[in-house]
Nanobody
Framework: QVQLVESGGGSVQAGGSLRRSCAAS????????MGWFRQAPGKERERVAS???????TYTDSVKGRFTISKDNAKNTLYLQMNSLKPEDTAMYYC?????????????????WGQGTQVTVSS
C-alpha cells in the first residue's frame, strides 16, 4: 500500500520561506517521477514542480527561481523548498507520485496523492 505523508507548510509573511516534505512508503521515489501541486480557492489544481528518476526538474513559470524540488532517495522523501514567498502562493499544496514510470504526475492523472497542507502567505 502506497502512502505519501506530508509535513511542513503553514503560515508565513511575504518574503519568507517554507519547506515541505513528503515521505513515501510502499513506493520508491528514486524510480518514479514525483511532483508538487497546489490549488487555490476557485482555481484549478496546477503542478508546481516535478522531478523524475534522473533528477530532471521542471517548474511552473511563476515559481522559477524561488522554489526548489528535490528528493532524498535514502530517506525515500520528496521536498519542496519555497523561498521569497508571495501572497499569490497561498494554496493547498499536495505531493503526488506517478503510478507509471513513463510519466510524471499530472493534475488529472491517476496519481498517488499526499494528504495536502495549507500554505498561507500574508502580505
Amino acid at each position: 500500500q502506497v502512502q505519501l505523508v506530508e509535513s511542513g507548510g503553514g503560515s508565513v509573511q511575504a518574503g519568507g520561506s517554507l519547506r515541505r516534505s513528503c515521505a513515501a512508503s510502499g513506493y520508491t521515489v528514486s524510480t518514479y517521477c514525483m511532483g508538487w501541486f497546489r490549488q487555490a480557492p476557485g482555481k484549478e489544481r496546477e503542478r508546481v514542480a516535478s522531478i523524475n528518476s534522473i533528477d530532471t526538474t521542471t517548474y511552473t513559470d511563476s515559481v522559477k527561481g524561488r522554489f526548489t524540488i528535490s528528493k532524498d532517495n535514502a530517506k525515500n522523501t520528496l521536498y519542496l523548498q519555497m523561498n521569497s514567498l508571495k501572497p499569490e502562493d497561498t494554496a493547498m499544496y499536495y505531493c503526488a507520485a506517478a503510478r507509471d514510470r513513463r510519466f510524471c504526475p499530472s493534475s488529472v492523472g491517476n496519481n498517488y496523492w499526499g494528504q495536502g497542507t495549507q500554505v498561507t502567505v500574508s502580505s
